[in-house]
Every structure is written in structure tokens, then in C-alpha cells.
């Protein structure tokens, strides 16, 4: 960038960036860093706080329910993370090819994705219904007795990930189309000339080309994954029998409903450390593929 | 994510846009966004075009699958919302009869009469439109002058507020709305507009997506409004936004989505029903005891049908944003 | 700051002039009346405003699951309404943690005032170490509900008052019909109905002074056993599964169900939709009789500006003929009063005939055995209840983890 002079520097940074920081700041920094501070209390909201230290951690990383929320998240990511994305990929090579309407197709697939969150899960509740809803219903005409998902401790969490999938798939589609945009056509020619098509030419040239773009959405998609909540909070709210309790629903019931906000805060800072370490780790392996790449 | 920084002219790395907010402050969704500077770079870039077919479209064999998996994805993505909008015509006898009945019998508005009696929904709406379109216009400006700042202008400590941007995506909102409640209080501010819009206006996710955007935008431009004498203020609003445009018209749609289906942060600051948005009023149409899926649905649609329009009409610059044609 | 200077100068200005005193704005926070009667609410207000010149109420409401969210981030953070409502259990919560104001000394110096009024019970169940911290609005219970007409297609005698559950299975056994899909009995395995039903074995969760856990006593055990027999070993009890997203209220109302155990709020419904004749009876129990008692009550925050306004306010709502007819009317919940005429007009309503039941019951009312850990104690239970009703464990077992959950608690 052209030098500029100190004077005009400041300037443009108080004047760019300074409503973003003063935002950011009031809105989003201090609130984040007062549930830092609330984690080391056992404020129950209405009472006085007290200072506990470090024992709302230490109970934390014993508790047999914070690890069974933990398992669930992670199962809950299991499921719904590779089925998305492979999905969303071959979607994207279908709707990549030069073929009328596709832009409507991006639009409808898209839909879902803007669609809020309760109004998804209140629709595939009903969509699940074990007697009513449409899914039985259509598993019925194959001859298939459906599940009672939701109501079925076995089959709640899958219900739960058919819904997160069916909403993201248009996103993690749409991302893997500008990947796809960005592989430059010569790369394609000069396979041709080669005489390499068909799968070979997915293997070979598209699939390694889109492995920056599938750890973009990998990454995104596990940072959001940890997070699940809305979803679960409509459709199941944990249950049945904790099948689907996971860490934010935890995280919620114990700020809200227990009166335990300092253990609240304590059990984000947990997910906040795991979040961390998984986005760490995928920018190291990143680098590494980089690198391997040349 | 240092060297990036400190190396901005190299494109940026793909770790970086893992600054995604999920839901809490905003939204997944914007995740989106993020797409148009993605990674594939490294000088390889695709000339624009159609993709990587050039051959002109002709029924064969391969196209006719095409078209029937693409046509059997849209009807599953399609035949939820039909199945809400069906649901919200019927009575509420007819919504639960086997086999289920496609087009309700007999054909009812009633349920959107209730919703409309349960609650004022035309000012729940006016205050959804309001926030949302307010929140999304502050939003948008104040990440492109931030997302400028943080691509062009070094500074000291930059990383540093990198990471505590990124900090406020990583922790759940569940356990930061009683603080943030707290300091408006302190404000003065409950039961305003402006403590539903403030929250939303701001936001790690849209600097991040902008200031990636900014870093792919060869510098050639801006230097020539250098020589003319222009400053970073001005490049901004004369240049940059105006490039800038498709990437902001995705974080405008997200933005939009963000805030219209924000739900937790306005029912605990609003505290007057003339302050409430369309998400509160769905929440309230389910009853402690039971509940009437129809009337639900038809306030579905209601909360659905605003959102989805904005879509279609700002779908057009989402796909450009996506596409990298800023600078054609 | 600048603000609260401001509202300072204000007040200070309205002080010095008293000519001009302003009237008092009282706020008040609901859950019960949203979103069904909320008309009523607003001519209660009015009656109230109209007999109270100088004070004025404005309300807000929020559904059931958002309104402990909400009222505990606003008195987080200093800013209770004047007065707000408090079920039971969470009324112990709050009167625990000091959010609530005594209002004993006020009802003292409320000359021409007696608590009389207020049904004695009820009203003891919102006072704590001899503080009353808040008035009883309305009380509710659970009663037998039964649809006379798949009684009388059944050829079953209608349910008395000295049924057992021997006779509560006889019944429900001829009166299920897989083919029609209806089913003799409904009551949810969950927390609430298993708490007054283990009474009515003469189990208990906790021993009298909340010392000693007893949930896994051995008629527990079999308290549980017979509830899921109910569903998977008789059939005559519809599952999850089976019920499909429907409640059991709209399964009964649809004429699915033969015999409900369900609240009275429901009375106002079922009189309104249920195209067939029922009634209500007294419960069933194995060795006692014992149903559920749910209360409502009022109370004044403790950092309210207004205290003896908002009390004046919730004595109106709790107590006032006014409040009270409008709310039996409406059938707005039970108002806990004493008086007998004032009910009347409850008793008087033709649809169901024996309504004289709910007061019936109020004699065997079994009270929540509640701690502070309220909440964490109830979802605690609910899942070993649930895990038993799923097959997952025994019931045996599951009280017994049930046991260890709770001793955690306490």
C-alpha cells in the first residue's frame, strides 16, 4: 500500500474501524468476556454472586452429563458433517454442468437455508411424525414401517440430523459451486486432450482442486456444529431420555432453568476450548496438504 | 493467521473464514458469504465462465439423470413448505387424519385469522422490517470500513483484535444475553429499537468475510487513487464499496436472515408488545397445554413467506457475490 | 448516568410540586394469561384502575417456556416488574433467593383487609417462615376425566369415588378398542403424574423433612411398574408413538381416550369441543386417594419502587369480586378464595355435572416435594422415569439412579 502519512493513518483507522471496535466492544467483547468472569462465580441470577475460582470447571469436566452432552455433539457432527458435505458436493457437480433451470435449482435449494431455524424444526417435527407425517407416510408406500423418531431414543438424533441436513445442504452447495467456478478450464482441456473423462477426471483434477474449498466448509460446518441447538431445542428439547441433550441445550437449561449461570459459563468455556483446538488443528492440517501440494 | 496478515497480498488462507459466527449472533447462514474469496486462487484462476462444461446442453443419457436427481433433490427441499402451507388451510380436525390429506379439505383460512387475533402481527411485522432492514444497512456499512481497515491498513495489534473478534463467535449467545442485558439496562435502553438493532448491527462474521474480500482486490486501483491524492476514507466510499457490491449484497442477505429470525435477544429486551417482533409471536401461538399445528403453520407462513421474498429478490447478487465477478 | 440524573431531576421536580403528583405505574409480568385471556386481564385492570384512581398497571405477558427466561434475566439485572406471577415450585425459588417482598407487614396495616378470604391451604403455600411473600391467585388439580358415551357403548359402569386401580383396569381393559383405536386409560409417565401417584400408594420422593431420599421404596417400585404396565403390558395406555405428536387432551377430545387424568384447566376446552357426554370423577388410588394441587400465586419484587401500590394490586387481582367472577366466567383457572358464593358461579356451570369434584379433591391434594434445586431434581427424575418408560432400564433401576440423582441434590 501506498505510504501514508502516520498523521492520515490514524485517521482513516478511527474513522473505518472505530464504530466496528466501539460495537463489537459494547456489544459482543464485554458480553463474552463477563461470562469469562461469571464462569470463576455461582451467580444464580437473582441472588448475590460469590467468587468459587476454578470450581465450576473442575465439576464441569466430572460431570456426567456435561460428557454425555459432549457425546451426543459428537455424534450428532458424525452424522450430519460427511453426509452434508458429500451430499452438497455432488449437488454441486450436478449443478455445475451447463443444463436449463439451474439457476432456479440453486434458488430452490437454496431455500431452506434462509428459512428460520424454528420454522424448519416445527415443519419437520410435524414431517416426523410417527403416524401422521409425511416420512412414515412415504416409507409406508415402500413397505417400510417407520421409526417413531423423535419419540424413539434410537432414532431421535437421527431425526434431528436429517432436518440439520436437509436445511445446510443448500449452503455447503453454494460454496462448493464458487469452488468449483475457480478451477480454471485448461486444467479440464488439457485432460481431455489426454483422454481422461468421466471419473477419473473428478478424481484426478476436480476432487483435489476442491480440497481447500471442503476445508472451508469442513470447518465452518464443525464450529456451527458444535453449537447445535435451535433444532434440538424445538424438536426435542433433549429428550427422549437425554438421546439428544447436547452441549448448548445443556448450557441453556443450566442458565435458565437451574440457576446456575456460572456453571453455564464455565461448561461455553469448555466448547469454547474444544471449538478452538478443532479449528487449530484444521489450520495446521491445512497448511500441511498446502504444503504436500507444493 | 499471522503470516496471512502480515502478508496480505497472498491469497488468503481458507483457516481464516473460520471466523464463522453459527447461530447465536447471527446466523450460520452468513457462512455463506464467505464463498466469494475463496481459496482456489493461487494465481490459477478460472477465467469467468459457465463452469467447466462447454459443450451446449442436449438430452443425453447423462443429462436426463441430471435433470431427474436435481428434480427429485427440489421436490424433498420443495414439499416440506407445501406440506407447512397445506397444514395451515386445514381444520383443525383434518389435520390429523391417516392417510394425510394433501389439499386440505375443506379449505380454511381461519387459522390466519387466529394468528392474526392472537397478537398485533401487523406490528410484530412492521418491527421484524424495521429491525431487520435497519440492523442489515449498519451491518453491511460498518463491515466494509472495518473489513477495509483490517485489509489494508497496518497497524499494531491487529492480530490481536483478529482473535478477539474471532473469541466472540466460539462462545454460545445463551450465556452472554443476561450481560449484554445488563449493559442495556445500564444504557438506559430496554423496550428500544435500538437495543434490538444495535446488537445485530455489528458483527465479527461480516468483518472477516469483507476484509477477505478487500485482500483478493488487486491494489492497482487504489494505488492510482493514491497518486490522485486520495485518502483510505475516500478510496472506501468512492472505490471499495462500489466494487465490493456482490459481496455485500450476500452479507446483506444474511444479515437480513440473521436478524428477522432472531429470537432469544428480543424476547428478553422487549418488554412492550408494540416493541415485539414475528418470532415471539410464533413462539406464543404454542400453548402451554396443547398445541394447534394448523394455526402454527399459518403463523409459519407468516414468519416464512417475508424472508424467503427477500431472497428471491436478492438472489441474483448472491450468485454474482459467489462468483468472483466483482471486477469484471 | 446522565439518564438517571435526569429521572433524579424529575422526580425531585415532582416532589416540590405535589399539585402535580404523577400517578403510580404498576408492572406487572403473567404467564397465565396469554395468550387466552387476555381480555379478561384488561377488565380487571380497568375495574381496578376505576376503584384505585392514582395508580395505574401495565402488564406484560409471556408464554410458559419463555417467561422463567425472561424474569430471571430482568431481575438479573435489577429490573423486576412490580409484581409478577409465580407458580409453586418456582415461588420457593424465588423466595429462597430474597427476590420476592414480605408482604406480611403491609396486610397488617391493611386495616379492613383479612387473609380470610383466601383459602387457607392455598394461601399458606406462599409464605415462608411465617412471611407471607405473596398472595395465592388461582389454584388447579388433576381429576379423573371420562367420556360417558364409550362408558355406555362399552356397557362399563361410570368411575365412583371408591374406585381402585383394580376397577381402573377392569374398566379400561373393556372399554379399549384397537379396531376404532381407542383406549381405555391415559396418564403420562412423567415427573408430575408420578409424584401423586407413588401417593397414592403411599410412596413419596422425599421423606417428610426432606432429609432422606425415598424414591425407590419398594411400592414405588411398583407404583412405576404399573404405570408402564399401563402401556406395554395391558395395552390399555396409548405410547409416544402411538399418540403420534398428539396430546392426550386433543386424543380425548377427538373421543380416542375413555379415561383422562388431567388438569381442570381443561374444563373450559372440553366443554366448548367434546362432541359426546363425560364427566368427572375423584382418582382412583391403590391404597389412598391423593391428587395433584397446583397454585399460582402473586408477589411484589423485592426491589419494586412501588410496593404498597403493587400490593394493592395484587390483592385486587387475587381477591376483588370483580377479579374473581371475571376469571370463573372466563374459566380462567380456579380463584383460591374462601367464600363459597363466590364459587358458585364455578359450580353452577351445567357441562361437566359433577363439578363439585375439583373441590372434592382438594382434600387428599398432594404438594410437590420441592427443593432448591427444583428444577434440576425434576428434569433429574424425568429421565430415569422416561428411560424406564422406554425399556431402557428397570423400574427398580431406574429409581434407584433416581435416588443417586437427587441425593446430589440435596
Not at chain 1, 470447571?57 to 457432527?77: K, Q
Not at chain 1, 460427511?82 to 443444463?99: E, F, S, Y
Not at chain 3, 381480555?39 to 392514582?54: Q, R, W
Not at chain 3, 424406564?388 to 434407584?400: I, M, N, R, V, Y
Amino acid at each position: 500500500m501506498s505510504p501514508a502519512a502516520p498523521r492520515q493513518k490514524y485517521l482513516a483507522l478511527a474513522v473505518l474501524l472505530g464504530p466496528s471496535l466501539a460495537g463489537m466492544f459494547v456489544f459482543l467483547m464485554l458480553p463474552v468476556a463477563s461470562s469469562l468472569v461469571l464462569s470463576f462465580s455461582n451467580w444464580d441470577l437473582i441472588g448475590e454472586i460469590q467468587w468459587i475460582g476454578l470450581d465450576n470447571y473442575v465439576a464441569a469436566l466430572g460431570d456426567p452429563v456435561v460428557l454425555g452432552a459432549l457425546r451426543n455433539t459428537l455424534t450428532y457432527i458424525l452424522g450430519y458433517l460427511p453426509a452434508t458435505v458429500g451430499i452438497a458436493l455432488g449437488l454441486a457437480l450436478l449443478l455445475n454442468r451447463r443444463i436449463r433451470g439451474r439457476v432456479v435449482f440453486r434458488a430452490i435449494y437454496f431455500v431452506p437455508v434462509v428459512t428460520s431455524w424454528v420454522a424448519v424444526s416445527l415443519i419437520w417435527k410435524w414431517l416426523l411424525n410417527p403416524q401422521y407425517g409425511l416420512v412414515n407416510v412415504a416409507l409406508g408406500w415402500f413397505g417400510i414401517k417407520g421409526p417413531g423418531w423423535l419419540f424413539d431414543p434410537q432414532w431421535a438424533m437421527t431425526g434431528v440430523i436429517l432436518t440439520s441436513i436437509w436445511k445446510d445442504i443448500g449452503f455447503v452447495t453454494v460454496i462448493y459451486l464458487a469452488g468449483l467456478q475457480d478451477i480454471p478450464e485448461h486444467l479440464y482441456e488439457a485432460a481431455a486432450l489426454d483422454g481422461v473423462t468421466g471419473w477419473q477426471r473428478f478424481w484426478h483434477i476436480t476432487f483435489p482442486m476442491l480440497v481447500p474449498t471442503t476445508f472451508f466448509v469442513t470447518t465452518i460446518s464443525l464450529i456451527s456444529s458444535f453449537q447445535v441447538f435451535d433444532q434440538v431445542w424445538v424438536m426435542t428439547q433433549g429428550g427422549p431420555a437425554g438421546a439428544t441433550s447436547v452441549m448448548v441445550e445443556l448450557i441453556y437449561k443450566n442458565a435458565f432453568s437451574y440457576y446456575r449461570m456460572g456453571y453455564a459459563s464455565a461448561i461455553s468455556w469448555v466448547l469454547f476450548a474444544l471449538i478452538f483446538a478443532v479449528t487449530i488443528a484444521q489450520h495446521v492440517l491445512q497448511k500441511r496438504v498446502d504444503r504436500s501440494d507444493g | 493467521m499471522a503470516d496471512t496478515v502480515m502478508h496480505p497480498q497472498r491469497p488468503p488462507h481458507p483457516v481464516l473464514r473460520t471466523d464463522l459466527s453459527p447461530e447465536g449472533r447471527g446466523a450460520r447462514g452468513l457462512d455463506l458469504a464467505s464463498a466469494p474469496p475463496l481459496p482456489g486462487g493461487r494465481g490459477r484462476r478460472a477465467a469467468p465462465g459457465e463452469g467447466a462444461f462447454r459443450r451446449s446442453p442436449r438430452l443425453n443419457l447423462p443429462n436426463l439423470a441430471t435433470y431427474a436427481l436435481l428434480i427429485l433433490g427440489a421436490g424433498i427441499m420443495l414439499l416440506p413448505f407445501a406440506w407447512m402451507l397445506s397444514t395451515s388451510l386445514k381444520t383443525r380436525g383434518a389435520t390429523f387424519v391417516t392417510p394425510p390429506q394433501w389439499i386440505p379439505d375443506p379449505v380454511t383460512f381461519d387459522n390466519y385469522g387466529k394468528v392474526f387475533d392472537s397478537a398485533p402481527v401487523g406490528q410484530f411485522l412492521f418491527n421484524s422490517l424495521f429491525v431487520s432492514l435497519t440492523s442489515t444497512a449498519l451491518m453491511v456499512l460498518f463491515c466494509a470500513m472495518s473489513g477495509y481497515a483490517f485489509a489494508r491498513i497496518e497497524f499494531r495489534g491487529r492480530t490481536v483484535l483478529f482473535y478477539a473478534y474471532l473469541a466472540t463467535l466460539m462462545i454460545p449467545q445463551q450465556v452472554t444475553l443476561t450481560p449484554l442485558f445488563i449493559i442495556m439496562n445500564w444504557l438506559g435502553w430496554t423496550n428500544t429499537y435500538q437495543a434490538l438493532i444495535l446488537p445485530s448491527s455489528f458483527g465479527a462474521f461480516g468483518t472477516f468475510l469483507l476484509r477477505q474480500f478487500f485482500l483478493r482486490l488487486p491494489r492497482e486501483i487504489e494505488e492510482a487513487a493514491f497518486i490522485d491524492g486520495a485518502g483510505y476514507i475516500r478510496i472506501v466510499f468512492t472505490i471499495a464499496i462500489h466494487l465490493a457490491r456482490p459481496a455485500l449484497a450476500t452479507l446483506a442477505v444474511f444479515a437480513f436472515m440473521a436478524s428477522w429470525n432472531s429470537f432469544l435477544w428480543p424476547l428478553i429486551i422487549t418488554t412492550d408488545t408494540s416493541m415485539m417482533t414475528l418470532p415471539l409471536g410464533l413462539s406464543a401461538l404454542q400453548g402451554r397445554w396443547t398445541t394447534d399445528w394448523n394455526v402454527l403453520m399459518a403463523g409459519t407462513v407468516i414468519a416464512t413467506v417475508p424472508i424467503i421474498a427477500v431472497y428471491v429478490f436478492a438472489q441474483r447478487f448472491i450468485i454474482k457475490g459467489l462468483s468472483h465477478t466483482g471486477l469484471k | 448516568m446522565l439518564r438517571r440524573t435526569f429521572t433524579g431531576l424529575l422526580l425531585a421536580t415532582a416532589l416540590v410540586t405535589p399539585a402535580l403528583a404523577e400517578d403510580v405505574t404498576i408492572k406487572y409480568f403473567t404467564f397465565s394469561a396469554a395468550p387466552n385471556y387476555l381480555k379478561e386481564l384488561d377488565a380487571t385492570i380497568a375495574a381496578f384502575e376505576a376503584e384505585h384512581p392514582g395508580i395505574k398497571v401495565e402488564y406484560e405477558t409471556a408464554g410458559w417456556d419463555a417467561y422463567f427466561t425472561k424474569l430471571q434475566t430482568v431481575v438479573a439485572a435489577r429490573q423486576a416488574p412490580d409484581a409478577f406471577e409465580l407458580n409453586y415450585e418456582n415461588f420457593v425459588t424465588y423466595a429462597d433467593k430474597g427476590a420476592l417482598a414480605d408482604l406480611t407487614p403491609l396486610i397488617a396495616a391493611d386495616t379492613g383487609f383479612s387473609t380470610d378470604v383466601y383459602n387457607p391451604t392455598a394461601l399458606a403455600a406462599f409464605a415462608q417462615d411465617g412471611k407471607q411473600f405473596g398472595l395465592v391467585e388461582s389454584f388447579s388439580n388433576v381429576v379423573l376425566f371420562y367420556n360417558k358415551d364409550l362408558f355406555d357403548k362399552a356397557g362399563v359402569a361410570y368411575p365412583t369415588a371408591d374406585w381402585t386401580w383394580t376397577e381402573e383396569l377392569e374398566a379400561a381393559q373393556k372399554l379399549t378398542d384397537p379396531a376404532n383405536g381407542v383406549w381405555g386409560d391415559f396418564a403420562p409417565i412423567q415427573f408430575w403424574e408420578f409424584y401423586k401417584t407413588i401417593a397414592q400408594n403411599g410412596g413419596s420422593i422425599l421423606s417428610p423433612d426432606k432429609k432422606t431420599v425415598t424414591i425407590d421404596s419398594p411400592q414405588n417400585i411398583e407404583t412405576l411398574t404399573w404405570m408402564i404396565d399401563k402401556v406395554n403390558k395391558y395395552k390399555v395406555t396409548p405410547s409416544d408413538v402411538d399418540m403420534a405428536g398428539q396430546s392426550s387432551e386433543d386424543l380425548f377430545k377427538a373421543g380416542k381416550i375413555a379415561m383422562l387424568r388431567t388438569g381442570i384447566w381443561l374444563l373450559g376446552d372440553f366443554a366448548a369441543n367434546a362432541p359426546f357426554k363425560w364427566d368427572i370423577a375423584l382418582e382412583p388410588g391403590k391404597t389412598q386417594k391423593a391428587h395433584h394441587f397446583f397454585a399460582n400465586g402473586v408477589a411484589v419484587s423485592a426491589t419494586s419502587a412501588h410496593p404498597a401500590e403493587a400490593y394493592q394490586w395484587i390483592k385486587f387481582l387475587t381477591s376483588s369480586r370483580a377479579a374473581v367472577d371475571l376469571r370463573i366466567a372466563a374459566g380462567w383457572e380456579l380463584p383460591a378464595v374462601s367464600d363459597a358464593a363466590a364459587v358458585q358461579g364455578y359450580l353452577d356451570q351445567p357441562i361437566p355435572e359433577s363439578r363439585e369434584v375439583v373441590f372434592q379433591a382438594l382434600d387428599t391434594a398432594v404438594v410437590p416435594p420441592v427443593i432448591g434445586n427444583w428444577n434440576q431434581l425434576t428434569d433429574a427424575v424425568g429421565k430415569e422415569l422416561e428411560a424406564a418408560k422406554l425399556g431402557q432400564k428397570t423400574p427398580e433401576q431406574a429409581l434407584k439412579d433416581a435416588k443417586v440423582a437427587i441425593e446430589a441434590l440435596l
